[in-house]
């Protein structure tokens, strides 16, 4: 993986796998890096297997997820280098900023060994990751994510066999509830979390949400199938986890009436937000999406971020969907393209116009989603003083409001006196709270209290893998480091 590549995707989900299709169509080399051993990401994660040797498991997962094994075969059929078990910890544009002609950079890690990883062009492809969700006693054990418990499913066919409670808001929230009914899980309840009025908040995007028929009325049958399994679905508040030492009940409000609820585990999700951090280690500017409550990289309607050469696509741009990743994954390929002078730019606008209708309509119905399944602003930013905001560094809320009181002016001051978002995750799960709380307790906007400033690696590098990178052409010691410049984020 020394040599100079025209195309580098990082990212083997929806939008990385299109993308590699479409840039190949052209004649563009493409080099693909994933963490995960099999093409899919987390959407169509392990589908090869599942679809070959797990015929139950295909049955509780449904036809949406199966239907990624044909994408998975066209990328693996498309010619495209795939560098699977590689992990990507920076996305380097020092090169370019002092020679517009010069690649970018990558730094890698694949078998031990980091690499520098050349390109012409990169499309970050990074995918989704699943909102936070401080809420009392979300650190017990038998507390784990949606995501999480349907990854296992996917990977290795792990249903739960003890009660299940599910709470918060989305449509993954329904679609787990659904599997795991189907898994033969007892599913105890599904609790609503989404604030008051979230019916006629969407409203007035319902005739826009019926130009896509199938997934709206696809959200229906989930529902109508768990009433059907005896699952109870209520709309609840004030959620808490209670236990010793381990998860034993949730409370909740549901209707101004407190009620408790035994469960053995319970799975919490609240949407999913870009996975952005590789794009703000890479210093791209970012701008506060107000309607998903997220960070995500600037870009125009190519992918084009701030920097030359780099393009995002897919929900690590902005939460749209799998299917809607695979449109943006083709119209980044397609501006790649015509950067490596595959296509001229009449070509790339002809071939784009299909994709951005598409785009258009996917567009349209995520505006009624991130409306029906707003997450309430309780989660967003919690007020109970000892919920956990920072699992890693165990720093409270009542220690995030004690800087605020004595004049930390935001997120990245804190860290100095709490250290929240130094842990291992490097801030992943407490980022949009930490901001959005400072942002609500200073009475400004998100975007103008901005992320944390995140700084390579962002996976874990060991001292001796770097000193023996290879591919700089030069001794470790020689290498220029990155140099920090003052963070842009737009409000």
Known sequence: MN????????????????????????GADVLVLDEQATPGGQIYRNVETVTAERPETVRVLGGDYTAGAAL???????????????????????????????????????????????????????????????????????????????????????????????AGSGPLVYLVAWQLVRAGTPVRAVLLTMPPGWKGRAGGTLPEALAMPGALFKGVGW??????????????????????????????????????????????HEGVIPNAHLTLAARLDHVWDARQHAFRPAMDEWGRTSEPGVLAAGDGARILGAEAAVETGRIAALEAAYRLGRIHVHQRDALAKPHRASLARHRRFREFLDL???????????????????????????EIERVVVHGCPGPNQAKAFTRCGMGPCQGRMCATVVSEMFAERRHTGVGAVGHYRIRPPVKPVTVGELAGLVGTGVAPVDRPSTPIRPEHVQA
Not at 91 to 104: C, K, W
Not at 374 to 394: F, K, L, S, Y
């Open 223 to 268: 529902r109508r199938a768990l009433a059907a399994g005896g699952v109870e679905v209520m709309q609840a508040c004030d959620l808490a986890i209670e236990g010793r030492d381990r998860v034993e009940s949730v409370r909740f409000r549901h209707h101004g009436r407190e009620r408790s609820m035994e469960a053995s585990l319970v799975l919490l």
């Open 372 to 398: 029906t399944f707003e997450p309430a602003p309780t989660t967003r930013r919690p007020a109970d003083p000892a919920v956990m905001v920072c699992r890693c560094e165990e720093v409270t809320v009542a």
């Open 72 to 166: 998975v075969r066209a990328f693996r059929g498309c010619g495209a280098e795939y560098s699977p078990r590689t992990t990507v910890w920076e996305v380097s544009t020092v090169a370019r900023r002092e020679d517009a002609r010069a690649p970018l950079e990558l730094g890698v890690l694949r078998d031990g060994v980091a690499e520098i990883v050349r390109a012409h062009c990169v499309i970050v492809a990074s995918g989704a990751q699943e909102r936070a969700v401080p809420v009392p006693g979300a650190t017990l054990p038998g507390v784990m994510s949606a995501g999480g418990a349907q990854s296992l499913l996917k990977g290795s066919g792990l249903v739960p066999d003890v009660p299940v409670v599910i």
């Open 3 to 26: 040599e100079t590549v025209g195309l580098a995707i990082i990212g083997a989900g929806p939008a990385g796998m299109s993308a590699a299709i479409a840039a190949r169509e052209h």
